[in-house]
């Protein structure tokens, strides 16, 4: 639950709505928990108490930043995450940079070549999601990412 966590509070410390916040906590879910907590999560949504616009946009950014288990690759899975992404309420944007800078310093001790894969996805992160992050503010967001990518990991 630590990733959750630390994607939820970079999504806050970049000015994310309450939207975008919730949306952090959950968006690993679809991926790393078993069938019953996809049924939970969906519930768990459908009974915030908030209005139904926020619960949807929840729902959509939480789908968006899941990659499909059933397309074969693993950039093809990211390639499809981030076309659903740019199709997503703009907080999806927020929620997938915030989680790369996480996934980024916490990658930091992997293999050399796991970091180089890691860094080319990255790239395509940066790459499809700058346009839309200017237009909706969250620049400073993409600046840390593209500065953590560009840095030395093992000094972060």
């Known amino acids: 639950m630590t990733h959750p966590a630390r994607v939820a509070g970079l999504v806050g410390t970049f000015n ?12 690993d879910v679809y991926e790393d928990c078993s069938p019953e907590w996809l049924v939970r999560t969906d519930k768990i949504i459908e009974g915030l108490p908030l209005p139904p616009d926020d619960r949807s946009d929840i729902a959509a ?29 703009p907080e999806a944007t927020l929620v997938k940079i915030c989680d790369r800078i996480d996934n980024l310093l916490d990658s930091a001790d992997r293999n050399g070549g ?19 992050a200017s237009l909706y503010g969250y620049d400073t967001a993409l600046g840390i990412l593209v500065q953590i990518r560009n840095s030395n990991l093992k000094n972060w």
């Open 16 to 27: 994310g709505s309450h939207v975008a916040i919730i949306a952090a906590w959950l968006h």
């Open 61 to 89: 950014i939480v789908d968006a930043l899941t990659k499909k288990n059933t397309i074969a690759r693993k950039s093809a899975r990211l390639t499809d995450s981030i076309d659903r992404i740019l199709d997503a309420p």
């Open 114 to 132: 796991f970091t180089k894969r890691y860094l080319a996805s990255t790239d395509e992160i940066i790459d499809k999601l700058s346009v839309r």
